[in-house]
């Protein structure tokens, strides 16, 4: 089990497409992905607390056994599927929220906000509210 464990962890991290946005082209790539005006400085500080703008991001085990994943950190408890074949509610496998191409990764992020708000994300919760990113220049 280790191993399999292993070679899923290397496959991963070789095979896995992975870009780090400058906060500007992050902002550029969630306005393209149609993200409010409004909300880009939350949205903004949110990727920025939750994956440091890393779409490969994977985050460590959780309390409840779960991992969070890509740039926004979606969680495969609820939202996305550790297996090949997409499911949760977000109707996508965890690696598709992983790469350099957002889209499936806002959609479900986008989802997520519809339900629960920025409330959903500790990163938002612990470190956004009343203090937001200039993106002023972006």
Not at 40 to 54: A, G, K
Not at 70 to 84: A, E, V
Not at 97 to 119: E, L, Y
Request: with cysteine.
């Amino acid at each position: 089990m280790k191993l399999a464990v292993f070679i899923f962890a290397l496959a991963a991290l070789f095979g896995a497409e992975a870009i780090t946005f400058t906060r500007c082209q992050l902002v550029h790539e969630l306005r393209n992905q149609g993200f409010p005006e409004n909300k880009l400085r939350d949205w903004v500080c949110l990727v920025e607390n939750e994956s440091s703008r890393n779409t490969a991001k994977v985050g460590r085990v959780n309390k409840n056994g779960s991992r969070d994943y890509g740039l926004f950190q979606i969680n495969d408890k609820y939202w996305c599927s550790n297996t090949n074949t997409a499911g949760k509610d977000c109707n996508v496998t965890c690696a598709q929220v992983t790469t350099d191409d957002i889209t499936k990764a806002a959609t479900c992020a986008k989802k997520i906000f519809k339900r629960h708000g920025f409330n959903a994300w500790y990163g938002w919760k612990n470190h956004c509210q009343g203090s937001l990113p200039d993106i002023s220049s972006c």
